[in-house]
């Protein structure tokens, strides 16, 4: 479902990304997990081209864009995102909108759709995601963890076959963590193939196949979450898991 061969990411003289390999299988859950600088968000921001990499190779679905010297043209940007959907740690629902006329607002404008059947289907993911009552508010009347489920099914009524989310409880307080996990882990259970960059290492271990550690722009380890959350072999792992848990 998704092949990273190679990729190198430079921001002025800084490497960011240096030759990030990884696979994600279809139906697959993997979190990014590592100290804040690490690389996480450029490295999901680069497989959705929010970011474009000097170096390397990115594949999702039957699409693989190589950015080895090449301008990227905007037929490939369109067709690589047309296979993932992104939420992000800040929301980034219109205010002027209503929940329902920013859920339907992509596949209505993008792709040309008719208002009635979106409106249907927009409805449908609202009761996946515990926010139809909510349709008619704007996202000011909101809490974060409902903006966020908000923002959740928006991304999915263009029915990506990849969901990414950009640390997505980051801007949550505590309360409304755990309400916005459910959905996600939910998801998961349906066999969505989903990248998500966490801080959340309880919530790691329970819903992905695969955790990757990074720091300093490098992948560290990687494996099932139990070898990397719980008995990890590199050094560096170790040492930034006992940080978090003092």
Not at 10 to 32: A, N, R, W
Not at 121 to 131: A, C, N, P, S, T
Not at 221 to 241: A, M, Q
């Amino acid at each position: 479902m998704i092949t990273v061969e190679k990729l190198k990411k430079v921001y002025d003289d800084t490497t960011v990304l240096k030759s990030i390999d990884f696979t994600v299988k279809k139906g697959e859950v993997v979190c990014l997990v590592g100290p804040s600088g690490s690389g996480k968000t450029t490295l999901l921001r680069c497989l959705n081209l929010l970011e474009v990499p000097e170096e390397g190779t990115v594949t999702i679905g039957k699409k693989t864009v190589d950015f080895g010297g090449k301008k990227l043209s905007k037929k490939d940007t369109n067709e690589l995102r047309a296979y993932s959907g992104m939420v992000f740690q800040g929301f980034h629902l219109f205010p002027h909108k209503t929940v329902i006329e920013n859920i339907i607002e992509a596949p209505l404008v993008v792709q040309g759709r008719d208002k009635k059947e979106l409106v249907a289907e927009g409805e449908e993911l609202l009761q996946k995601v515990g926010m139809l009552e909510h349709k008619d508010k704007y996202p000011d009347a909101l809490s974060g963890g409902q903006q966020q489920r908000a923002a959740i099914a928006r991304a999915l009524m263009m029915k990506p076959e990849v969901m990414l989310f950009d640390e997505p409880t980051s801007a949550l307080d505590p309360q409304t963590v755990g309400e916005v996990l459910r959905v996600i882990e939910d998801l998961a259970k349906e066999g969505q193939t989903m990248v998500i960059v966490t801080h959340e290492m309880n919530f790691a271990r329970r819903v992905s196949n695969q955790v990757l550690f990074m720091d300093g722009g490098y992948i560290v380890e990687k494996g099932e979450p139990e070898d990397v959350l719980v008995s990890p072999k590199e050094k560096r792992t170790r040492e930034f898991l006992q940080l978090i848990k003092e």
